[in-house]
């Protein structure tokens, strides 16, 4: 431990988590920080300050409820009042800018920034469906960036953000505590937590969902069992971690669709020690346990489902987190890839890396595509072809890593998405050639 720090200075390769998903975790940076057998005793230990981070209404169901107790340095509650700041390319629901629109859409990845920009400032808002102040739908966000978050910290009012790195690794530093998220990891940041991005490498870029409703949760697994998907015991929470540091930091905060900042006097990565499930979390994509057919028919994807936000329908999400990872194809008299459909809900894809097998080109990582409510897509002229006249042995597909976002409502584009250069305007022709091939 530095003068400054409880972690010193790392690459986050050794750092400790806390295993599971929606556990009650408990952690103190400083022995005995964390008191016992109460949350707000008279006075907290070592002069530490008590408080608690709501992430669900106090009187939701238990197997719901989500909160933290933080014990830290300074009281969040003493700062400075908070101004206005440019919102840069980062927007927020209800989007408004553009008209709802039907096509299919797909970029190439977002050009990473020539100028010094960190995570907040590398921000470029896709599109979204909701309302911030209602806590429904979703905001997709880029980010590119080339420099770390420096005496600069972000939170979100407005939702959690699931963080997909696509291109270096970062390392989260969380009121909570430290998070290492690399290509192939995704890392939660819960609603009001604060947080910093360092890059620990020269560039960073992905995607990041936005979640304005319920917390993400795992989903149910009826008649699949006790296991499988993602395990509980994959997801890893960070230990407490503080920064005790009197020096100018700027806080930003986005609220009601714009970012807010304050300047303190201090760090308020502070927290020396916490207990509760209101929690920062990792998980990495390899560890999720594919299902899949193992007779015949490409299954509905959402049997890829790592994390669900539910509405208030049953079964309907606000946002589901899916993954296509590795896994064998064995289906016999099957048209393996993702089949040509039409889908109430909206998908936003995104690929972290090598290639997705219902696209034999342009989709390419870093790269999105953006298929909404009813518009019809599935694989592409070269894929139809050649899936249709393969010969069916067992086949590993392993060379790719792509993911979705997918949500009850349309997904409505910012103008800034729509024009953006990297945007594939041809995108339609990938469908092109399907000729008919009726021969009654
Ligand atoms: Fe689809």
Redesign the pocket.
Known sequence: MDATSSTGQQDGKDLAYQPGFGNQHSTEAVPGALPVGRNAPQRAPFGLYAEQLSGTAFTEPRARNRRSWLYRIRPSAAHPTFRRIPNGALRSAPFQEVEPDPNRLRWGPLPVPDTPTDFVQGLVTVGGNGDVLRREGIGIHWYAANRSMERRVFSSSDGEFLIVPQRGALLLHTELGLLRAEPGHVALVPRGVRFRVELLETAAAGYVCENYGQPFQLPDLGPIGANGLANARDFLAPVAAYEDREEDTEVVNKFGGHLWAAVYDHSPLDVVAWHGNHVPYLYDLHRFNVLGSISYDHPD?SIFTVLTSPSDTPGLAGADFVVFAPRWLVGEDTFRP?YF?R?VMS?F?GLIEGAYDAKAEGFVPGGASL?NMMSA??PDRATFERASSAELRPQKVDDGLAF?FETRWPIVPTARALGAVHRQEDYDKVWEGLGRNFRP
């Open positions: 994807p993702p459909h889908n998908e894809m298929h897509h599935g979705m």
